[in-house]
């Protein structure tokens, strides 16, 4: 088995993953337009504003960064005239970035949504402090999951345009 794949077949998937990921975000968006959802009162507010944070990280990481590295694996062979790259470190990085920043955005947004509804219920900031706390470093996780991913990205592209 090689260990070499098709830039094109790679950013074919990462192409895939673009539009998975608008899919799941337009899904996302549906119920902060539902005004008995809650979501425009708790957005205003520590910890609401983490939703909207969690959807920008979506966004931007999650729609728009599969994209950019779709483009950039699809240059691979027009600008640098390299047509394999490493499968391994393709596979590492799609499964790292796709499954980190759905983590991230679910454990941003779900400290977002707790703490949000615990302040509308009454509680104070050190009580929310205190509820959402268990959730920041599996936060924290992801997010180096997703650096890492990106850096492995990084290190493919190096790796494929060095090759021989």
């Not at 094109?8 to 899919?23: G, M, Q």
């Not at 990106?150 to 592209?157: A, C, E, H, S």
Request: a positive charge; proline letters at 4%; aromatic letters at 12%.
């Amino acid at each position: 088995m090689s260990d070499l794949i098709e830039t094109n077949l790679v950013s074919k998937y990462f192409l895939i993953l673009a539009l998975i990921n608008t899919i799941a975000a337009i899904c996302f968006t549906l119920p902060i337009l539902l005004p008995t959802s809650g979501l425009p009162l708790i957005i205003g507010a520590f910890p609401g504003t983490w939703l909207i944070v969690g959807y920008f990280v979506f966004l931007i990481v999650g729609v728009i960064g599969m994209l950019g590295w779709s483009i950039v694996y699809s240059s691979m062979p027009s600008m640098f005239n390299k047509h394999q790259t490493s499968k391994r470190l393709s596979i590492i990085q799609i499964v790292f970035s796709e499954l980190a920043i759905y983590g991230v955005a679910s454990t941003i947004s779900f400290i977002g949504w707790q703490g949000g509804q615990a302040l509308r219920q009454g509680l104070s900031i050190a009580s929310v402090g205190f509820l959402i706390e268990p959730f920041v470093l599996p936060t924290g996780v992801f997010v180096a999951l997703v650096l890492l991913g990106q850096l492995i990205g990084v290190l493919n592209i190096f790796s494929t345009i060095r090759m021989k």
